[in-house]
Structure formats: structure tokens, C-alpha cells
């Protein structure tokens, strides 16, 4: 029955519901903020919110973590000069967050800092208030990069992946 349930909800959500769920200007808001936060340190970060997977993911059993591995990969976010791109995923026909981490931040920040990371994105979900989840994710991110690969002053570096909100 619950397999029923979650491929009737993913049927049913589809991109026009992850557009729904962030007006033009919340978008624009968060894009910005990715911007800003990329001017603070040498990380790279992405940010997506889908509605459902297609039939043939279901079919395959992917969850969240396997879709959010697959971006992951398909954006590069894995790809950076220095191995420090995060991946923020919002699957919202399973109401599911993953943010997945490259090897040059992930070995530096412990498991339970990314788990409370998910932890207060997912309550703001539930609190329907999905761009101001975001907003406070990407600060959060932001402050980790931060922390462990902070942008030399004065040194303009390139934009290795676009800052825009992925929507699918």
C-alpha cells in the first residue's frame, strides 16, 4: 500500500509543482544568495527541488539519496577545483532532503552538522516555508565553506557551476 501511495504522489508532482512551491522572486532571492555565498569561499554549491521522479525510477526503486547521487554527479557538482561542491536536493513527493558533500568538505565536517542541517530544512518544510529552508541551508553551507575553505582575499576566482535554482 505505501508503494501505491509514494508512486501516486510522484506521479502527481512534477516540475510545474516545484515551480509552484518558489515564486519568481523567491527564486531570484535564493539564486542570489548562492551568488553571495560563493563570493565568501572556494566551494561550489547547487541547489534542487524536484517534484516526483518519473515512472521509470520508480520502477528502478530509486529513493532521494539515489536521485540526489545521480545529480550530483550529472551537474559535476563533484567536479570543482577543489573538491569542496555541495549538492542541497529537495525531492517533494517524498518530502525528502539530501545535501551530499564533495570529499574536500565532506571529510572535514561531521555526519550530525549535515543530519541538523536536514533536520531544519525538513521542519521548514513541513511549516511550508520552502525558501526560507533554503535561505537558512545555504547560510549554513556557506558558513561550513567558510569555515574550512575561505576565499583569499582580494582574489576573483572563477564560477565553476551556475548559481541558478535547479527546478525539475
Same mark, same amino acid.
Not at 27 to 51: I, N, P, Y
Not at 96 to 113: K, N
Given at each position: 500500500?505505501?508503494?501505491?501511495?509514494?508512486?501516486?504522489?510522484?506521479?502527481?508532482?512534477?516540475?510545474?509543482?516545484?515551480? $509552484?512551491?518558489?515564486?519568481?522572486?523567491?527564486?531570484?532571492?535564493?539564486?542570489?544568495? +548562492?551568488?553571495?555565498? !560563493?563570493?565568501? @569561499?572556494?566551494?561550489?554549491?547547487?541547489?534542487?527541488?524536484?517534484?516526483?521522479?518519473?515512472?521509470?525510477?520508480?520502477?528502478?526503486?530509486?529513493?532521494?539519496?539515489?536521485?540526489?547521487?545521480?545529480?550530483?554527479?550529472?551537474?559535476?557538482?563533484?567536479?570543482?577545483? @577543489?573538491?569542496?561542491? +555541495?549538492?542541497?536536493?529537495?525531492?517533494?513527493?517524498?518530502?525528502?532532503?539530501? +545535501?551530499?558533500?564533495? $570529499?574536500?568538505?565532506?571529510?572535514?565536517?561531521?555526519?550530525?552538522?549535515?543530519?541538523?542541517?536536514?533536520? !531544519?530544512?525538513?521542519?521548514?518544510? $513541513?511549516?511550508?516555508?520552502?525558501?526560507?529552508?533554503?535561505?537558512?541551508?545555504?547560510?549554513?553551507?556557506? !558558513?561550513?565553506?567558510?569555515? @574550512? @575553505?575561505?576565499?583569499?582575499?582580494?582574489?576573483?576566482?572563477?564560477?565553476?557551476?551556475?548559481?541558478?535554482?535547479?527546478?525539475?
Amino acid at each position: 500500500m505505501n508503494t501505491l501511495i509514494r508512486w501516486l504522489r510522484h506521479l502527481w508532482l512534477d516540475a510545474a509543482d516545484s515551480r $509552484r512551491c518558489l515564486t519568481r522572486a523567491g527564486l531570484q532571492r535564493l539564486d542570489e544568495a +548562492v551568488t553571495r555565498s !560563493e563570493a565568501r @569561499h572556494l566551494g561550489e554549491l547547487r541547489v534542487c527541488v524536484e517534484g516526483g521522479l518519473d515512472l521509470s525510477q520508480l520502477w528502478r526503486g530509486v529513493d532521494a539519496r539515489d536521485r540526489a547521487l545521480d545529480l550530483f554527479s550529472q551537474l559535476r557538482v563533484w567536479d570543482t577545483e @577543489h573538491n569542496n561542491g +555541495v549538492l542541497i536536493y529537495l525531492l517533494l513527493a517524498d518530502r525528502r532532503i539530501e +545535501v551530499l558533500a564533495d $570529499r574536500g568538505l565532506a571529510q572535514l565536517v561531521p555526519e550530525s552538522q549535515w543530519r541538523a542541517l536536514v533536520a !531544519e530544512l525538513s521542519q521548514a518544510l $513541513r511549516d511550508q516555508s520552502v525558501e526560507d529552508g533554503l535561505m537558512q541551508a545555504i547560510a549554513q553551507v556557506c !558558513e561550513l565553506l567558510r569555515m @574550512h @575553505h575561505p576565499a583569499p582575499p582580494q582574489v576573483r576566482r572563477a564560477n565553476e557551476l551556475p548559481n541558478s535554482i535547479m527546478l525539475i
